[in-house]
């Protein structure tokens, strides 16, 4: 079963919640690295909840403009109130799609160890983050930010310029946890069972 097909609410059972889950980018990062992500999510969710794991095209040179229409598509396929997430570079680009107007469907906005670009972070000749992110996402849309302190790729810094940008959101600082937050999701998956 792929991941496309976890839950048995496929096609909007009330049953089910759609989660839209953006990998990171690198070579084979969909197949060798955030699937691992999705496995921990999924397990921690149950099936009470559907998981769309799509591969984003040319992982290992993930750029805005490649990405985004595909977000855009996806985004567009989901049931209003649906939870989604973003790994890494995945997350950078998928808030600043939301930023631009995808928002409208989205339920909650989870980033996991999303690189932040912009002043006092990395620089990007294809995107950067909005200061303005938060007044351009609707406004009572929860937004949870996630980072672990050994995480080697993405400083933790990078959460609290997240963090500034986009006020009230709940920022989880995970301590002794990687890049990938040693593949596990636990605490993702707790706060998205809380929104109901």
Do not use: C
């Not at 792929?2 to 059972?13: R, Y």
């Not at 670009?117 to 995107?127: F, I, L, M, N």
């Amino acid at each position: 079963m792929g991941f496309d097909e976890l839950g048995s609410g496929v096609g909007g059972s009330p049953m089910t919640k759609q989660v839209l889950f953006i990998q990171g980018g690198g070579n084979g990062t969909h197949d060798n690295w955030d699937n691992k992500l999705v496995d921990s999510l999924s397990r921690e969710l149950g099936p009470r909840y559907e998981i769309r794991y799509p591969a984003m095209p040319d992982e290992a040179d993930p750029s805005y403009a490649a990405w985004k229409p595909v977000l855009e598509r996806e985004i567009a396929a989901l049931e209003l109130g649906a939870i989604v997430i973003g790994h890494s570079v995945g997350g950078t680009i998928l808030i600043n799609a939301l930023a631009e107007g995808a928002a409208e469907r989205a339920g909650a906005i989870f980033l996991i160890a999303a690189p932040f670009v912009g002043e006092g972070g990395w620089t990007s000749k294809d995107t950067s983050s909005r200061p303005d992110v938060r007044v351009r996402l609707p406004k009572d849309l929860p937004v949870f930010l996630y980072h672990g302190s050994a995480d080697e790729i993405v400083p933790l810094a990078h959460v609290e310029l997240y963090a500034d940008a986009i006020p009230g959101a709940h920022v989880r600082r995970l301590q002794g946890r990687d890049h990938q937050l040693n593949n596990d999701l636990s605490e993702v998956a707790t706060d998205i069972r809380e929104l109901g």
